[in-house]
């Protein structure tokens, strides 16, 4: 039992759980002989949904790397598979300590995209399921199957898809189909097989731009209709939403709504972005992720899904209390429905995924970041004050 | 003698201190009988310039204001007039608790901005004045008169930026001649009088975006032409030069260098903005700031500029380290320039403003952006392990 919580920063109340469940909420709704933990009037949250990262690339905990990489995307994509091979770069290890930072955070959920190709195989993709086997009383892991470096342009990319599908990857990846293959039509018709071969939902990177972006998302639309995927194709990034052409991007956006698409976004400093209330008003369900975190690419990133709040609403111009709440649907249940997560939720008899941190309001609470006070996984405390869960050696 | 230190995180030495000076850098550099600190392989950076904030009107440390503002600058602006007297709003008390966060930070100099209008009168000058006199060992503090509400549409205005010169405000400020006070040619002869009459410099917010923003800025050029002000203007915000015209862009870029004119970007999330590296190689010069910190305007900020790095990279697209390298000038020397700061930066002679940061290379050290290990203010340790230099009431 955790007393003196403020579910969604509202009124304080008590939180029973017994097992991995949520029995109860309202004051002194435990019962007799329950451990107590006192909430000291700390916000109440489901577990953070973290719906668009990659675990198995990350370079934090390891020798700086000096980044100078070129400014294009083929640039990036091809220093990075390089990069991987000299540093040493093991997903087993890399992931596990991503993971750990993720927790501390309050994060109960990930969706990682993870490489496949034909230089390192599926190296990528066990390193992961390694992590998510040895630590999965802390945290469940989602994987997508995702050709990072092509795949009409690196034949044998489709076969290692197929068997990471097999071995168990739970999502079927894509990655600008028509800027990177220069095979929109190749490319999506290979994705949707393999997704309805698997029975296997779909989540493909589209930076493409404007009406390029338009373009290849109105055949990702299609192909999605066709096999009859409502509900099971997400779109990330889908810059092309950012495009400045309101009544083209609004019927894109019924479009979307009417299949179910779902449009992941990290709320990006610059590049064009899907407007954030306007996709939302149009029924969309919209998720959030920390994509790369101090990667071959750039430094930056923590993996803090609730200071990404912060830059979803700095980026969408959002400042008021009321907008900013409607950004923590992004980063907990739309996420939570993106990733298709059972009995989630601050709800009697949903699974006692959540997190505590101080603060007087929502907004405040992302303002000041502070390390959460408690995240419990499944009913157990996997984190306290922010103290890492578990050692990476 | 502060002992084993990595100048911009350079080769390891020593660095000397005597008095509120720098006398030697280099290994035993020392006298005999100095007080010896272990850097302990830190970073070493001149102090942090922030030379944009509102220092007068930071809520921090007060009860959560809930943001309920319209989306219109207008409706920024009326609101936190009125909520000023609504909350209460103490300048001295909050600009106070505002520099405790950025001495803490490594921040050695402020250029703040503070409202002058009908309303509040000088009230934001007379208390951040009692904070820059208070506090003068910690910081070094320079206000702009700033007319936050308009000077042609509000009558009064112009006479109290006159007073606010004459009782010490360094630099005039202004306001969106064209959008705000539908009065450029007005606004701009009155500020540019103001500063000729005192002696003083300029500061202009210019919001205005795209070809209005251009108009008004090629009136600001003639100006400073006109009166001989080369070098003695910033244009902050500079949103219109972000405008998506290579030649019109460039021609303006060429105008404000002949001319000395300094930007001043945040790197702001969304909106247009100088072009960071385009602007940098026009040979102006760029400072940076934090711009209001969780104000009544938005919940976000945190006054820290190496945090402020982070944002300026993520906005311009910039990974490599050798770029990140150029955008410490703009936290350090180049803001320096633009504040006229005499004997800045890491020489033997030059005042000893300085901090420490544990970092393997600058932009882990911003990745990471841990607590500073040591901030110094003419030659007096005033913040270790990022402690509060000092209690605000």
Same mark, same amino acid.
């Given at each position: 039992?955790?007393?003196? *919580?403020?579910?969604?920063?509202?009124?304080?109340?008590?939180?029973?759980?017994?097992?991995?469940?949520?029995?109860?909420? !309202?004051?002194?709704?435990?019962?007799?002989?329950?451990?107590?933990?006192?909430?000291?009037?700390?916000?109440?949250?489901?577990?953070?949904?973290?719906?668009?990262?990659?675990?198995?690339?990350?370079?934090? /905990?390891?020798?700086?790397?000096?980044?100078?990489?070129?400014?294009?995307?083929?640039?990036?994509?091809?220093?990075?598979?390089?990069?991987?091979?000299?540093?040493?770069?093991?997903?087993?290890?890399?992931?596990?300590?991503?993971?750990?930072?993720?927790?501390?955070?309050?994060?109960?959920?990930?969706?990682?995209?993870?490489?496949?190709?034909? *230089?390192?195989?599926?190296?990528?993709?066990? /390193?992961?399921?390694?992590?998510?086997?040895?630590?999965?009383?802390?945290?469940?892991?989602?994987?997508?199957?995702?050709?990072?470096?092509?795949?009409?342009?690196?034949?044998?990319?489709?076969?290692?898809?197929?068997?990471?599908?097999?071995?168990?990857?739970?999502?079927? /990846? !894509?990655?600008?189909?028509?800027?990177?293959?220069?095979?929109?039509?190749?490319?999506?018709?290979?994705?949707?097989?393999?997704?309805?071969?698997?029975?296997?939902?779909?989540?493909?990177?589209?930076?493409?731009?404007?009406?390029?972006?338009?373009?290849?998302?109105?055949?990702?639309?299609?192909?999605?209709?066709?096999?009859?995927?409502?509900?099971?194709?997400?779109?990330?990034?889908?810059?092309?939403?950012?495009?400045?052409?309101?009544?083209?991007?609004?019927?894109?956006?019924?479009?979307?709504?009417?299949?179910?698409?779902?449009?992941?976004?990290?709320?990006?400093?610059?590049?064009?972005?899907?407007?954030?209330?306007?996709?939302?008003?149009?029924?969309?369900?919209?998720?959030?992720?920390?994509?790369?975190?101090?990667?071959?690419?750039?430094?930056?990133?923590?993996?803090?899904?609730?200071?990404?709040?912060?830059?979803?609403?700095?980026?969408?111009?959002?400042?008021?209390?009321?907008?900013?709440?409607?950004?923590?649907?992004?980063?907990?249940?739309?996420?939570?429905?993106?990733?298709?997560?059972?009995?989630?939720?601050?709800?009697?008899?949903?699974?006692?995924?959540?997190?505590?941190?101080?603060?007087?309001?929502?907004?405040?609470? *992302?303002?000041?970041?502070?390390?959460?006070?408690?995240?419990?996984?499944? /009913?157990?405390?996997?984190?306290?004050?922010?103290?890492?869960?578990?050692?990476?050696?």
């Amino acid at each position: 039992m955790i007393k003196n *919580v403020r579910p969604w920063a509202e009124a304080q109340t008590d939180i029973t759980i017994s097992g991995d469940r949520i029995s109860a909420i !309202g004051a002194a709704a435990g019962g007799a002989g329950a451990e107590v933990i006192d909430g000291a009037g700390a916000i109440l949250l489901p577990g953070l949904i973290e719906a668009h990262t990659h675990l198995d690339k990350t370079l934090f /905990g390891m020798k700086w790397n000096v980044n100078d990489v070129g400014y294009t995307l083929i640039d990036k994509i091809t220093n990075e598979r390089e990069m991987k091979t000299k540093l040493g770069l093991d997903p087993a290890r890399q992931s596990a300590r991503q993971v750990a930072i993720s927790v501390a955070r309050g994060t109960t959920h990930i969706r990682s995209h993870v490489d496949i190709d034909t *230089v390192h195989g599926l190296k990528g993709v066990e /390193g992961v399921m390694a992590t998510r086997e040895k630590y999965k009383e802390f945290i469940d892991i989602e994987i997508v199957a995702f050709p990072q470096s092509g795949m009409m342009i690196r034949p044998g990319t489709a076969k290692l898809m197929d068997e990471a599908l097999a071995m168990g990857a739970e999502v079927v /990846g !894509g990655l600008d189909p028509s800027s990177m293959d220069k095979d929109p039509k190749g490319q999506l018709d290979a994705i949707f097989a393999l997704a309805v071969k698997h029975g296997k939902p779909l989540d493909i990177h589209l930076h493409e731009p404007g009406e390029l972006g338009l373009f290849t998302m109105g055949m990702i639309v299609e192909r999605t209709k066709a096999h009859g995927l409502t509900g099971k194709v997400t779109i990330s990034h889908a810059f092309c939403l950012g495009h400045n052409d309101y009544l083209v991007v609004g019927r894109m956006l019924e479009d979307l709504a009417r299949n179910d698409i779902a449009v992941m976004t990290t709320g990006p400093s610059g590049w064009p972005c899907p407007p954030l209330i306007r996709t939302l008003d149009a029924g969309i369900t919209v998720c959030s992720g920390s994509d790369g975190i101090r990667d071959c690419w750039h430094p930056w990133g923590t993996g803090d899904m609730l200071e990404r709040v912060m830059y979803l609403g700095e980026r969408n111009y959002l400042s008021r209390d009321r907008d900013i709440r409607r950004i923590f649907d992004v980063v907990t249940t739309l996420g939570a429905k993106v990733m298709d997560i059972k009995d989630y939720g601050l709800k009697p008899g949903n699974i006692a995924d959540l997190m505590l941190v101080d603060g007087e309001a929502l907004a405040e609470a *992302v303002a000041s970041c502070r390390p959460r006070r408690l995240v419990m996984k499944r /009913g157990r405390v996997v984190s306290r004050d922010g103290a890492a869960p578990f050692e990476v050696a």
